[in-house]
């Protein structure tokens, strides 16, 4: 199981990447996600295999989403708000 992918970084939200297959043209994706993702710069080109580590996701759930819906959203990473309420004012 191998997969060509181009990612592309979000100029809209800062750390949402979007993985489709190498060459896969945008237009084709949904409008909806489009317009949330905004300008598409693309970030690298990478082969996706079984023995490749991914920093949020893993590769197989990366590769099975783009086999069934020609895209993978990877989201920018959720916040820890209780941790942001422990620091201090002055520090913030």
């Known amino acids: 199981m191998k997969l060509l992918v181009d990612i592309y970084r979000s100029k809209n ?45 893993s590769v197989e759930k990366v590769i099975a989403q783009i086999e069934a819906e020609d895209f993978y959203l990877q989201m920018p990473p959720q916040i820890n708000e209780a941790y942001m309420q422990q620091i201090p004012n002055d520090l913030m």
Request: aromatic letters at 8%; a positive charge.
């Open 13 to 57: 939200k800062e750390g949402m990447y979007l993985y489709v297959r190498k060459g896969f043209d945008l237009d084709l994706l949904p409008e909806p996600l489009r317009k949330q993702f905004g300008k598409a710069e693309q970030a690298m080109s990478l082969m996706l295999t079984p023995e490749r580590k991914l920093a949020r996701v």
